[in-house]
């Protein structure tokens, strides 16, 4: 697993947020809320739609186009919904928040 930073510890002391970070050439949705920092996929496996344009309610991501929830810790979508989004591993450090990411198990020369 790759480690990578993401924000410093600052970030922790910022009012809530969803938005999109690029991060080693991936989109990825950042969300802090409650005091917490999620990673989570861009995309709503439902539409496509780019997740940094919903909000949080009650520990899930909303989809900004048909308001598919997602829990942040899990990934699993609401009952009924029968999908599920990638949940990105967070570590937070002295220096900063980070996310991890798997290496690829194979790479082109």
């Not at 690029?22 to 995309?43: E, H, M, N, P």
């Not at 002295?94 to 790479?107: N, Q, T």
Request: with cysteine; aromatic share 14%.
């Amino acid at each position: 697993m790759k480690w990578t930073k993401l924000f410093t510890t600052d970030v922790l002391e910022e009012s809530d947020f969803v938005k999109r970070v690029d991060v080693s050439g991936k989109k990825l949705c950042a969300i802090k809320t409650k005091g917490r920092i999620f990673v989570t996929q861009t995309k709503c496996p439902h539409a496509g739609a780019d997740l940094s344009f919903g909000w949080c309610s009650n520990g899930n991501i909303v989809c900004p186009y048909h308001r598919h929830e997602f829990d942040l810790s899990t990934g699993r979508g609401k009952a009924g919904q029968g999908d599920y989004i990638k949940v990105y591993p967070i570590e937070t450090r002295v220096d900063g928040i980070y996310v991890g990411l798997k290496d690829a198990w194979w790479k082109f020369w």
